[in-house]
């Protein structure tokens, strides 16, 4: 046992959810179980069993939870590690819900009981490992990582609802202004998200920009597409041209930052190197 080492394979969503889908193995025969113990009147039977099966299948919340959190984590480029451990707590409870199923619902006895209860907590482990535990966080000098987290988290906050917005605009050019903008924006984000120094020159870009192309994609379709006149159309057009010009200005800036901070780091070595 001691050589056991847990699996801990690329994180991948789809193989996640896949994952999680062997834990509704646990759930089916309960809740025949269930069902046939209602048939039969046996209502002892249909209380303990109706108990296991709830158990398992509160750890099948938790670690759906956890794999959410966790798949957010990943694919994070600056992340605080989670403060709730859903896939720690899901172990523990799958560790209870299988020692009750057997001991209580069932007819093992104590000792197989405990020992099914700690095999089920292991393999839990083994195959999907516990919560992650270290921040992805790096010095960012004299900026706060909290402000940075906050900061990138209200952004992308932003961008997931102009995304919704963007879902219900069905005129073609004015959904392609958009989208074409919003991808720029995400770009910048991950630019600032690389050199988080250059957040608080990129800090109008973050409030001011994104936040106004979301009150503008949020009052566009709170309106019927129909009753938008040609001339609102032209000028909604045209201000996302603006706003394109002004993210392609942004990104620009910041490629800027990064080659003159390049250049120094050169200079900087060049002399280290003479002396």
């Given at each position: 046992?001691s050589?056991?080492?847990?699996?801990?394979?690329?994180?991948v969503?789809?193989?996640?959810?896949?994952?999680?889908?062997?834990?509704?193995?646990?759930?089916?025969?309960?809740?025949?179980?269930?069902?046939i113990?209602?048939?039969?009147?046996?209502?002892?039977?249909?209380?303990?069993d109706?108990?296991?099966?709830?158990?398992?299948?509160?750890?099948?919340?938790?670690?759906?939870?956890?794999?959410?959190?966790?798949?957010?984590?990943?694919?994070?480029?600056?992340?605080?590690?989670?403060?709730?451990?859903?896939?720690?707590?899901?172990?523990?409870?799958?560790?209870?819900?299988?020692?009750?199923?057997?001991?209580?619902?069932?007819?093992?006895?104590?000792?197989?009981?405990?020992?099914?209860?700690?095999l089920?907590?292991?393999?839990?482990?083994?195959?999907?490992?516990?919560?992650?535990?270290?921040?992805?966080?790096?010095?960012?000098?004299?900026?706060?990582?909290?402000?940075?987290?906050?900061?990138?988290?209200?952004?992308?906050?932003?961008?997931?609802?102009?995304?919704?917005d963007?879902?219900?605009?069905?005129?073609?050019?004015?959904?392609?202004?958009?989208?074409?903008?919003?991808?720029?924006?995400?770009?910048?984000?991950?630019?600032?998200?690389?050199?988080?120094?250059?957040?608080?020159s990129?800090?109008?870009?973050?409030?001011?920009y994104?936040?106004?192309?979301?009150?503008?994609?949020?009052?566009?379709?709170?309106?019927?597409?129909?009753?938008?006149?040609?001339e609102?159309?032209?000028?909604?057009?045209?201000?996302?041209?603006?706003?394109?010009?002004?993210?392609?200005?942004?990104?620009?800036?910041?490629?800027?930052?990064?080659?003159?901070?390049?250049?120094?780091?050169?200079d900087?070595?060049?002399?280290?190197?003479?002396?």
């Amino acid at each position: 046992m001691s050589s056991a080492k847990r699996y801990n394979p690329p994180m991948v969503d789809a193989d996640r959810i896949k994952k999680g889908f062997l834990l509704y193995l646990f759930l089916v025969p309960l809740f025949l179980s269930v069902v046939i113990a209602l048939f039969k009147m046996k209502f002892a039977a249909f209380f303990l069993d109706t108990i296991a099966f709830l158990l398992f299948f509160a750890v099948l919340w938790l670690s759906k939870k956890g794999f959410a959190q966790e798949i957010n984590y990943r694919n994070a480029k600056l992340a605080k590690a989670p403060k709730i451990h859903y896939k720690e707590f899901a172990a523990y409870l799958l560790g209870v819900a299988t020692f009750y199923t057997a001991f209580v619902a069932g007819s093992a006895s104590l000792v197989e009981s405990l020992f099914w209860a700690g095999l089920s907590i292991l393999g839990y482990w083994l195959y999907y490992g516990f919560d992650p535990h270290e921040d992805k966080l790096e010095d960012f000098g004299d900026i706060s990582a909290d402000v940075v987290l906050k900061t990138l988290q209200e952004a992308h906050g932003k961008i997931g609802a102009i995304e919704k917005d963007i879902e219900k605009i069905h005129d073609r050019a004015v959904h392609e202004k958009v989208t074409l903008a919003l991808d720029q924006a995400k770009t910048i984000l991950d630019a600032i998200a690389d050199d988080p120094k250059d957040i608080r020159s990129a800090r109008k870009f973050l409030i001011v920009y994104i936040d106004g192309v979301a009150k503008v994609t949020s009052s566009y379709t709170a309106m019927d597409e129909k009753e938008i006149n040609e001339e609102s159309r032209e000028k909604l057009l045209q201000l996302m041209e603006e706003v394109e010009a002004r993210f392609q200005k942004e990104l620009k800036r910041l490629k800027a930052n990064n080659q003159f901070d390049l250049d120094v780091h050169i200079d900087v070595l060049k002399e280290q190197i003479k002396h």
